[in-house]
């Protein structure tokens, strides 16, 4: 009988276990939910919504191709979902639904919620691995979930080594190719697609020159933003439209080739945080309720957002490398992770603005939105994370700017009315020429707003 295959954060036809698994148990079905408010309840951005969709649109067409039909299942939140769903199974005698798990909660409670209701009508459902590059739960020898990178790292490593990394092919082809009309979505949303396009060859490109040219250099040049020293396929990942042993098979393939050790990957490392993050939030359940994992800085009295959190959107808050970066931000959906990292601990340390409303504005705002990166980086950056930076360690942003981007050269590209400024003033222009560039001067003093930050979490260590 058809097996029915539900994609959701898994656009992809490639290295999809739910699909290629249903796919070796007969014909294949495939359907997309479609939840506009939920994902808004998300905070999810305009610019995921577009990319989603011609992600939605590349999918069908690929599927189509194959002889296999996509149907979209259309409603409002989750939670509409499972009538819909099990309705459609019944409308074409199907006893079998499959997808890929994801880790937020309330992924998990809507996937139960379908599950429950699929089950009562006879309906097996066959939920499959995440897209993780370590799909199941790492966990230390105590067989308790790891609090701290490093250790968690060591043990993913061992786990892949012995794991399968062969990506699955996509599934065969069903009959002659079908004729799809228009895909009419119940959104029109635009977004950097000269930056994003969505054609499979673009997207697997992508990937592949990154490893062949510069994966080697990820250690040396990831830190600069002016460089495209990262892969930038977060927005891919964070849809699925690439699979985690896609990825592997890339870097494994290119080190190899280069007579390099893939284990030793730094960008391989990288990519384990994304694994670490999503983790986390299974097994602790408080952080996907807009909780601190450390509960102890929910005590935090945070200023009020007020002007200061404007000027921090619009990037004008006086401190170049922090304005180029939220610019970069604006006009692309995409930031460099250093400049995340300057911009959180800006708003969270310097504005000493509560976290999450950083993380809101970041999701309404970015291609690549994804809650467990997301707040996992917030998180990090405003030292109420697991295995966050010391509350102590306040990034300084002039210094910060001075280290990486030590000519200038970002900060020219996005705030270029100080573009004329040479390559030292350009990371803290003086008072007269902010002034003759109309250029905000700084919103806040930086050893002020320091000193309070510290003294803050100091008291609540204090107190604990
Ligand atoms: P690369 O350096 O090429 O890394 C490859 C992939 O690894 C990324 O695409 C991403 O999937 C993953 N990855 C890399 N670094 C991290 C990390 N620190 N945590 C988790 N995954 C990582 N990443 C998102 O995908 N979505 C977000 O919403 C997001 N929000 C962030 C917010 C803050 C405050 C911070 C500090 C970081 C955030 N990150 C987020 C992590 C990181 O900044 C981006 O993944 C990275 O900048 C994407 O660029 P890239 O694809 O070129 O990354």
Request: aromatic share 12%; hydrophobic share 40%.
């Amino acid at each position: 009988t058809t097996q029915v295959v539900w994609l959701r954060n898994d656009l992809r036809i490639k290295d999809n276990p739910a699909l290629f698994y249903a796919s070796q148990n007969g014909p294949v079905e495939i359907i997309i939910s479609v939840t506009p408010e939920q994902w808004r309840a998300h905070a999810e951005s305009p610019a995921k919504f577009g990319l989603r969709a011609d992600l939605i649109t590349l999918v069908t067409h690929q599927c189509a191709e194959l002889g296999i039909k996509v149907s979209l299942i259309e409603a409002d939140y989750f939670s509409d979902l499972p009538d819909k769903i099990v309705a459609f199974c019944q409308s074409i005698h199907a006893h079998d639904l499959w997808f890929n798990q994801e880790t937020p909660l309330d992924e998990r409670r809507r996937d139960t919620q379908v599950g429950n209701l699929s089950e009562q009508h006879g309906i097996t459902v066959h939920p499959q691995a995440t897209d993780l590059i370590v799909a199941r739960p790492v966990f230390s020898q105590q067989g308790t979930p790891f609090k701290v990178f490093t250790p968690f790292y060591k043990r993913w490593l061992q786990i892949l080594s012995l794991q399968d990394r062969t990506p699955l092919p996509s599934p065969a082809p069903q009959g002659k190719p079908l004729d799809i009309s228009h895909i009419d979505l119940p959104w029109h949303e635009t977004y950097r697609n000269d930056l994003w396009p969505t054609d499979a060859e673009s997207i697997k490109q992508r990937l592949w020159l990154f490893c062949h040219h510069k994966e080697s250099h990820y250690n040396d040049q990831r830190d600069i933003p002016s460089l495209a020293g990262t892969s930038t396929l977060s927005p891919y990942l964070s849809l699925g439209a690439i699979g985690p042993r896609e990825l592997l098979f890339a870097i494994e393939y290119n080190c190899d080739q280069a007579g390099r050790d893939w284990m030793s990957s730094i960008w391989l490392k990288e990519l384990a945080w994304r694994d670490f993050y999503r983790q986390l939030l299974l097994h602790f359940e408080a952080l996907n309720m807009s909780k601190p994992f450390k509960l102890e800085t929910d005590q935090i009295v945070w200023n009020s957002p007020e002007t200061t959190f404007q000027a921090w959107c619009d990037g004008k808050t006086g401190f170049p490398i922090v304005d180029a970066a939220m610019r970069q931000l604006s006009q692309t959906g995409w930031m460099h992770n250093r400049l995340r990292m300057i911009a959180a601990s800006f708003l969270t340390k310097l504005l000493f603005i509560d976290w999450r409303i950083g993380e809101t504005y970041f999701m309404n705002t970015l291609i690549d939105g994804e809650f467990a990166a997301n707040n996992g980086g917030w998180q990090w950056s405003a030292s109420t994370g697991c295995d966050a930076v010391p509350y102590f360690r306040v990034f300084n942003p002039t210094r910060q700017s001075e280290k990486f981007d030590p000519e200038g050269e970002f900060i020219r590209r996005f705030v270029p009315e100080i573009a004329s400024l040479d390559n030292k003033s350009i990371h803290n222009p003086n008072a007269e020429s902010r002034i003759e560039l109309a250029y905000p001067h700084p919103i806040i003093q930086y050893k002020e707003a320091r000193q309070h930050a510290i003294a803050a979490f100091a008291q609540l260590n204090s107190t604990k």
